[in-house]
């Protein structure tokens, strides 16, 4: 309530003073604020994880007060200061870690700064590009306890913890090898090149880890090759693509694969060092070592046949062509190409054979071994050569020539193909139509005369007589030409794919062939019906 | 020279006796009769209050003030408030403003908004506690007069519950766009705010200017 | 002391401003307050003078207080700046009707009633007006309790300051106006501290002395 005072007016009077009370009620405020504080203060103490100090070679993005230190994304730690060493060497970073980190302090365990990077292997930390850095930690519980570490730069490429193996790749261009990229295991990735370097005599060395337990797959006979980007290839067996995973596109990588062998299946030890095939076509193919040359001469077009294409036997590819060259003798106006083969017989016989190969060459040409063109690729029109046996063939020996030893040839199946061709025109050119053609003319002229005499009838005999005989002696040595013609056909469809421009020609070629055969053979059988009709014309 | 003090002459322990006093505002001169305990005086002719008789001043100021005191530290101590996505919390102090303006070469500001919200009620409570522990027993420190002037100039600087409302308003316009997490140091503060305006409002400087009075009388006596 | 309903100067008394002691003062020279040693006066000194000048003072720091931007927010390499009223628009634009008008009433609406009221006042007393005294000593109260809650932009400036430093996600920088903003209401307190209102019933006082 409240007084108004008025100068002079009586006082009002006093109001009873009760007894003050001894303990004022306000007290419970301070008590109850120190006790919440006090309690505060307990929590925040027992709360309080260690501190640790990392060294960082540079304090890229780390700010004091800022940068967190995290593991699986969950934060564990906080950057207090960031300060430079004494030496200006380093920089210091001073952490205050979650109370339950505690236990992951141990020697081993490493710090390490995630900045946002696009590096070989993958794209990291884009999340920082709107966070900032943080600190990474690969923790261990082994080990005695540590509060100072010295930290990485940059993520360490194997989780300590990580199980697996390392291997060592030797390889002779770098390809796209580098630290990070990805190794594959049927286009799993199964591990990571760790780091690579350059080996005094020019080839890279590397060294790749895969975790468990994709390294048990690895044996002596294990092969790597270079998988990244890729693989296109145009050859004589057509058009391949292949590649591992999009990244290997992208970045690279590494694959392998333990064929299935009939040799022996060693274990290797870690360490191991293998050979980086540059593809996988490489890496198939079984290492051969012995190689011979020898020197094939044709006569003929080879047309299509490059180096590097491959030589077969039997169908089974034995090798490859190495040079084509080209010789002319101007004077008898004979012009011949030699090629030079390679032949890997252990492709055939088997690696680790002795060199008896020479010998058994020999032998093959004695039986009638023969080299020959043949179609390969009819896309390019590429050419292979063919191994094959010859029958009733000349008999030829293993020559010499410029030092190789040649294998004897024979023209390719091509040209055999329109020599046949050439014998049935020839055949059929002599079929003595003229004369068949006169002499029904006389006969005709002839019958005239003697259509009112009993001759006619002879004639008519006669001129049966001459029907048989078309069909009796002519036709069928028109129809065995016919049927040879095609077989020749059938054998030449065989050989002869139905694109190529060759083909083409050749098909028309038959096609017309077949057509005139066709018709000679109307006319034949039209004449075994009725034979009067050489005489007196087909009725229409 | 002094002048001699009218209302010197009429002061005796206990409750404020009748006395002359001076309006601050008007400037009238009012005479005003005994105030017992939990009475207040007002101007008659502007109503201004002219002063109160709280019970219990002394004792409840002092108390109020040292739990403003423990409220101030936790306040300054522990963590504010909290924003940003989360796994990328930033944690923030109740000084985090200041820091942030001063790095931003705003150095008038940062003094501004730093005596305004920590320093002057940290002043306040820390003058309060120096006058009025020892008044609680009778008692007086070297300079008491001179810090509760002093008080009396601080108190318009103390913007706390300004700064209240400022961070309301914040996390208002911050809470759409990520998370806004209030630490333990912002609830302190609330509570500083509470407990320091009711600190205040116990405190009644005639009272305090009395015994103060009292105080040095009774240290010159012995 | 009966009918003596009057000003405690024409006594020649005054009231310490800072422990309210009624002192008799026989000259007005350099005196100090017995009790707490503080200066005495029977009015604040060149009230009316000092109060002008931080008036138009603060007026003139009114105008880039409030044209000038108090907040420059880059998000994302874009930078936005805010002043006092865009921010009341972006409240009311976002449907925070309440908080547009707290802002709006704090930043803009008051500082300026402060100082058109004092201006009022100043006037007022300068013409030794005698009419509504009660009427504008109330205002003064009024304007003196109401002026601090102004400061309210500058610490929510600060808030967000402290809280939007995510790098180039998002971060706020304050801007010149806030500091003008800020000098504005601080020079407006100080105006209204230097104002005497015991002035506004001095002609009460000196019209009946002349009277009498």
């Known amino acids: ?124 930390g884009l999340g920082t590009l709107l966070s900032g850095a943080y600190i990474g930690m690969s923790p261990s519980t082994d080990g005695p306890r540590e509060k100072n570490f010295v930290g990485l730069d940059e993520a360490p490429l194997i989780e300590p913890g990580e199980e697996g193996r390392r291997f060592r790749l030797r390889a002779d261009n770098l390809g796209s090898l580098d630290a990070g990229v990805p190794v594959y295991y049927h286009q799993i990735p199964v591990g990571r090149v760790l780091h690579y370097q350059l080996t005094q005599d020019g080839s890279i060395s590397a060294e790749i880890f895969v975790e468990k337990p994709y390294d048990e797959m690895i044996k002596a006979h294990t092969r790597f090759w270079n998988a990244g980007g890729i693989e296109a290839e145009l050859g004589a067996e057509g058009f391949h693509l292949s590649t591992q995973s999009l990244t ?84 008898t106006m004979e012009f011949r190409v030699p090629v030079l083969v390679q032949i890997e017989p252990e492709r055939l016989l088997g690696t680790g054979l002795q060199v008896k190969t020479q010998t058994r060459v020999l032998d093959l040409v004695d039986h009638g071994m023969r080299a020959q063109l043949g179609a390969g690729n009819v896309l390019t029109g590429g050419k292979v050569i063919n191994l094959v046996f010859v029958e009733d063939t000349e008999p030829a020996a293993v020559g010499e020539w410029g030092g190789y030893p040649t294998i004897p040839t024979i023209p390719s199946s091509l040209r055999n193909l329109s020599a046949d061709i050439g014998v049935i025109v020839d055949k059929i050119e002599d079929i003595p139509f003229d004369e068949i053609g006169a002499n029904l003319n006389e006969t005709a002229a002839g019958i005239s005369q003697i259509v009112n005499s009993p001759e006619l009838t002879e004639a008519i005999a006669s001129l049966r007589k001459m029907a048989d005989q078309l069909s009796d002696e002519v036709a069928p040595a028109l129809n065995s030409v016919l049927t040879k013609a095609e077989q020749t056909l059938d054998s030449a469809k065989k050989q002869i794919d139905a694109d190529s421009v060759t083909t083409h020609e050749l098909r028309r070629l038959l096609m017309e062939l077949g057509d005139t055969a066709q018709a000679i053979r109307t006319i034949l059988e039209y004449l075994e019906r009725h034979p009067e009709a050489l005489i007196m014309g087909k009725e229409e | 020279m002094t002048g001699e003090s009218l209302h010197h002459l009429d002061s005796e322990a206990g409750s404020l006796h009748a006395c002359l006093s001076v309006c601050h505002e008007c400037d009238l001169l009012n005479q005003v009769p005994a105030l017992p305990p939990d009475r207040a005086a007002r ?180 | 002391m009966k009918g003596w309903a009057g000003n405690a100067k024409s006594a020649s008394l005054t009231g310490c401003h800072a422990c309210g002691l009624v002192c008799q003062m026989r000259e007005e020279h350099h005196l100090a307050c017995p009790r707490c040693g503080s200066p005495l006066h029977f009015r604040k000194p060149q009230s009316i003078e000092r109060s002008t000048a931080l008036v138009i003072a603060a007026f003139i720091f009114y105008l880039p207080a409030n044209l000038l931007p108090i907040t420059h927010t880059a998000a994302l390499g874009k930078v936005q700046s805010d002043t006092i009223m865009s921010g009341v628009i972006y409240f009311i634009s976002h449907g925070d009707w309440p908080l547009a008008l707290v802002i709006f009433t704090a930043s803009v609406a008051v500082p300026l009633l402060k100082l058109l009221i004092l201006t009022y006042l100043l006037w007022t007393v300068k013409r030794r007006s005698r009419s509504r005294q009660l009427d504008r000593t109330k205002l003064y109260r009024i304007t003196e309790a109401v002026g601090r809650w102004s400061m309210v932009d500058v610490f929510v400036v600060t808030v967000l300051v402290a809280l939007v430093q995510l790098g180039f996600l998002a971060n706020i920088e304050a801007g010149p106006g806030a500091l003008y903003f800020s000098m504005v209401v601080i020079i407006t307190m100080f105006a209204a501290m230097a104002f005497d209102p015991r002035l506004i019933w001095d002609p009460t006082e000196e019209d009946d002395e002349r009277e009498i």
């Not at chain 2, 101030?72 to 919390?89: D, K």
């Not at chain 2, 208002?172 to 997490?181: H, I, N, Q, R, T």
């Open chain 1, 1 to 124: 309530m409240n007084e108004k005072s008025e100068p002079g007016s009586p006082a009002v009077a006093q109001a009873a003073v009760g007894d003050k009370p001894k303990f004022s009620l306000v007290w419970v405020v301070p008590i109850v604020a120190a006790i919440i504080g006090a309690w505060l203060v307990y929590k925040a103490v027992t709360e309080e994880g260690p501190t640790i100090t990392i060294v960082f070679s540079s304090g890229d993005g780390i700010t004091a007060g800022k940068t967190k230190i995290k593991y699986r994304s969950v934060e564990i730690g906080s950057v207090e200061e960031v300060r430079l060493t004494e030496d200006l060497s380093a920089v210091e970073v001073t952490a205050k870690m979650a109370v339950g980190a505690k236990e992951y302090l141990r020697e081993d365990t490493q710090f390490y700064v995630v900045r946002a990077r696009v590096a070989a292997g993958e794209v990291q």
């Open chain 1, 248 to 331: 290997s596109i992208l970045i690279g990588g590494v694959a392998f694969e333990t064929p299935e062998t009939l040799g022996p299946k060693e274990e290797v030890a870690e360490g191991h060092e293998f050979f980086l095939f540059e593809n996988l076509r490489a890496a198939q193919s079984p290492e051969y070592r012995i190689k011979n040359y020898y020197l094939l001469m044709f006569e003929e077009s080879v047309r299509g046949l490059k180096i590097g294409a491959p030589i077969e036997f039997l169908g089974l590819p034995i090798g490859e062509v190495v040079d084509v060259r080209f010789e002319a003798d101007f004077e």
């Open chain 2, 43 to 222: 101007c008659s002719r502007c109503g201004h209050v002219l002063f109160r008789n709280p019970a219990n001043c002394v004792e409840k100021t002092l108390a109020l003030s040292f739990s403003a005191l423990i409220l101030w530290i936790v306040a300054n101590v522990f963590p504010f408030l909290s924003f940003g996505l989360p796994g990328n919390l930033i944690e923030t102090n109740l000084v985090s403003g200041v820091v942030s303006l001063y790095e931003q070469n705003q150095v008038i500001l940062a003094i501004v908004v730093l005596t305004t919200s920590i320093i002057a009620p940290a002043l306040q409570i820390a003058g309060l506690i120096y006058i009025l522990a020892p008044l609680n027993r009778g008692l007086r420190l070297p300079a008491s007069k001179q810090v509760m002037r002093w008080l009396g100039h601080i108190k318009p600087w103390s913007m706390m519950e300004v700064f209240m409302l400022g961070i309301l308003v914040s996390m208002v316009k911050l809470g759409g766009m990520a998370d806004v997490v209030p630490g333990i140091a912002l609830w302190a503060f609330c509570c500083l705010i509470v407990v320091l305006s009711w600190a205040l409002s116990t405190l009644e400087p005639h009272v305090i200017w009395e015994q103060l009075d009292r105080a040095e009388e009774t240290g010159a006596a012995t």
